[in-house]
């Protein structure tokens, strides 16, 4: 299916995308749409013949647990109300801990990287295929950038994403700014990579932009697409034609001529046959752990590789988590991913062959993208305490983990400065205390309640 040159549309360019020339199709964070309230910019586009494609980014496949069953069904809603021909998700972690662990579950906010090993590998799998059952159209996974790496990791990333295909016959996205950021912070030489995948099965392509600090990568998503990027691109296609290939924005989005230029270049970029020299990384970014490129034993599967592969059954699957008992690779998994993930946002110690200073750096990137997403979904925060907001938050979530998404995170960091006595101002505190109020209750307060409790507060306050 050939989709040609597209762009991740977002709100804050709608109006944008539609007048920029050349783009083909467009893609949608599939957990920010409503399919019975689509925008208006959406439905325009749709109605031109414009393509629309969900991209999730929460069902967290790569997770020791079995991928909620509600989850892929507001997945499927969503690609059946867009006129999608396939959706995206990704290869990662997002959520650890739970039944399997007997700890609570913990939210990462964020896409963490999968351990490529076996057992992970045989999760990965069922989970794929429990999707692939669930939704209406075809699946395509995307590579994902990682700041650190798995101790004792037993595939490449190519060898990986190569296994995965072969057993799932998934489909590929492959986003060529993280196979740079990979290369930059852990080592991985990118041609390697696109040697050992099946290029075959690459649906399209991501390319997106980031900047470099003190010798780490960030894919930010908020800078200009890099040459070191557009080089990897340029390698994929003296592989194979990608059938499409999408910019993404996610932050600072510049003018619309700046977005038509970046647009361009991308265009002229697949155009081009020969491949470019990859530099090596600097000498400060060893490579992983049994990251080879050569076929070693690590990359022979084991005689058990299906042993829990199972479907579950009807039953079990309406819990998603449930019926993983019994497996010793999802057991495996779940224990490892849960003192990951708790070391990065429950200060917990450092788990045995994870450098501590890129986990550290992590951590402090988890927090930090954390505080900008609760000011996001809850802007009143930072209006009502002003420039105290992120400190206040950052010292928040260094002992209290996510644990049921963004909004709910905006009212238990309200919740605990008022317990706190804060903030100092009485002004403030009585604007925080409404906020909280009007949003914790189990159903919105009537407009007249408001102005009765803003009357109280008034009078309190003289």
């Given at each position: 299916?050939?989709?040609?040159?597209?762009?991740?549309?977002?709100?804050?360019?709608?109006?944008?995308?539609?007048?920029?020339?050349?783009?083909?199709?467009?893609?949608?964070?599939?957990?920010?749409?409503?399919?019975?309230?689509?925008?208006?910019?959406?439905?325009?586009?749709?109605?031109?013949?414009?393509?629309?494609?969900?991209?999730?980014?929460?069902?967290?496949?790569?997770?020791?647990?079995?991928?909620?069953?509600?989850?892929?069904?507001?997945?499927?809603?969503?690609?059946?109300?867009?006129?999608?021909?396939?959706?995206?998700?990704h290869?990662?972690?997002?959520?650890?801990?739970?039944?399997?662990?007997?700890?609570?579950?913990?939210?990462?906010?964020?896409?963490?990287?999968?351990?490529?090993?076996?057992?992970?590998?045989?999760?990965?799998?069922?989970?794929?295929?429990?999707?692939q059952?669930?939704?209406?159209?075809?699946?395509?996974?995307?590579?994902?950038?990682?700041?650190?790496?798995?101790?004792?990791?037993?595939?490449?990333?190519?060898?990986?994403?190569?296994?995965?295909?072969?057993?799932?016959?998934?489909?590929?996205?492959?986003?060529?700014?993280?196979?740079?950021?990979?290369h930059?912070?852990?080592?991985?030489?990118?041609?390697?990579?696109?040697?050992?995948?099946?290029?075959?099965?690459?649906?399209?392509?991501?390319?997106?932009?980031?900047?470099?600090?003190?010798?780490?990568?960030?894919?930010?998503?908020?800078?200009?697409?890099?040459?070191?990027?557009?080089?990897?691109?340029?390698?994929?296609?003296?592989?194979?034609?990608?059938?499409?290939?999408?910019?993404?924005?996610?932050d600072?989005?510049?003018?619309?001529?700046?977005?038509?230029?970046?647009?361009?270049?991308?265009?002229?970029?697949?155009?081009?046959?020969?491949p470019?020299?990859?530099?090596?990384?600097?000498?400060?970014?060893?490579?992983?752990?049994?990251?080879?490129?050569?076929?070693?034993?690590?990359?022979?599967?084991?005689?058990?590789?299906?042993?829990?592969?199972?479907?579950?059954?009807?039953?079990?699957?309406l819990?998603?988590?449930?019926?993983?008992e019994?497996?010793?690779?999802?057991?495996?998994?779940?224990?490892?991913?849960?003192?990951?993930?708790?070391?990065?946002?429950?200060?917990?110690?450092?788990?045995?062959?994870?450098?501590?200073?890129?986990?550290?750096?992590?951590?402090?990137?988890?927090?930090?993208?954390?505080?900008?997403?609760?000011?996001?979904?809850?802007?009143?925060?930072?209006?009502?305490?002003?420039?105290?907001?992120?400190?206040?938050f950052?010292?928040?979530?260094?002992?209290?983990?996510?644990?049921?998404?963004?909004?709910?995170?905006?009212?238990?960091?309200?919740?605990?400065?008022?317990?706190?006595?804060?903030?100092?101002?009485?002004?403030?505190?009585?604007?925080?205390?409404?906020?909280?109020?009007?949003?914790?209750?189990?159903h919105?307060?009537?407009?007249?309640?408001?102005?009765?409790r803003?009357?109280?507060?008034?009078?309190?306050g003289?």
């Open positions: 299916m050939e989709l040609g040159i597209g762009i991740g549309w977002r709100p804050e360019i709608a109006d944008a995308v539609e007048e920029l020339p050349g783009v083909d199709w467009v893609e949608v964070v599939a957990e920010n749409v409503c399919p019975g309230h689509l925008p208006a910019a959406l439905t325009r586009l749709r109605s031109r013949g414009t393509r629309i494609i969900p991209h999730g980014v929460s069902l967290g496949l790569g997770g020791a647990d079995r991928p909620s069953r509600q989850r892929l069904a507001d997945l499927a809603e969503r690609a059946t109300a867009l006129g999608a021909p396939l959706v995206t998700e290869i990662a972690f997002v959520r650890a801990g739970g039944p399997l662990t007997a700890s609570p579950q913990l939210e990462a906010g964020h896409l963490l990287p999968v351990p490529r090993t076996w057992d992970a590998l045989k999760v990965l799998c069922e989970n794929v295929r429990i999707a059952d669930s939704l209406p159209v075809p699946l395509a996974l995307e590579n994902i950038a990682a700041l650190i790496s798995w101790p004792g990791e037993e595939l490449t990333e190519g060898q990986f994403l190569a296994e995965l295909v072969e057993r799932t016959g998934v489909g590929l996205l492959i986003d060529v700014a993280n196979l740079h950021t990979n930059v912070n852990r080592g991985e030489d990118p041609a390697k990579a696109l040697d050992e995948l099946p290029v075959e099965a690459i649906a399209y392509v991501h390319v997106a932009g980031g900047i470099e600090r003190d010798g780490i990568w960030h894919d930010t998503h908020a800078h200009p697409v890099t040459q070191p990027v557009l080089d990897i691109l340029t390698e994929l296609r003296s592989r194979v034609s990608p059938p499409g290939v999408l910019l993404e924005r996610d600072d989005f510049p003018p619309k001529d700046e977005l038509a230029a970046e647009l361009e270049t991308i265009r002229a970029t697949v155009t081009i046959r020969t470019v020299t990859i530099s090596a990384p600097a000498a400060s970014h060893a490579p992983i752990p049994g990251a080879r490129g050569d076929k070693t034993p690590n990359a022979r599967p084991p005689a058990d590789i299906d042993a829990c592969e199972e479907s579950p059954s009807p039953a079990l699957s819990k998603g988590a449930a019926g993983t019994g497996c010793p690779s999802r057991e495996r998994v779940a224990l490892a991913q849960a003192a990951l993930l708790s070391a990065l946002v429950a200060g917990t110690p450092v788990p045995e062959g994870f450098a501590s200073r890129r986990l550290g750096v992590q951590s402090r990137a988890l927090a930090a993208k954390r505080a900008d997403v609760v000011a996001k979904v809850a802007p009143e925060l930072p209006q009502i305490l002003g420039r105290g907001y992120r400190d206040a950052l010292a928040y979530a260094k002992s209290r983990p996510m644990k049921s998404g963004y909004r709910r995170d905006a009212l238990d960091f309200a919740e605990h400065l008022l317990v706190a006595g804060r903030p100092d101002d009485d002004s403030a505190r009585r604007l925080l205390t409404r906020w909280w109020e009007e949003r914790a209750a189990p919105p307060p009537r407009r007249a309640t408001r102005f009765v803003a009357a109280r507060a008034a009078l309190v003289r």
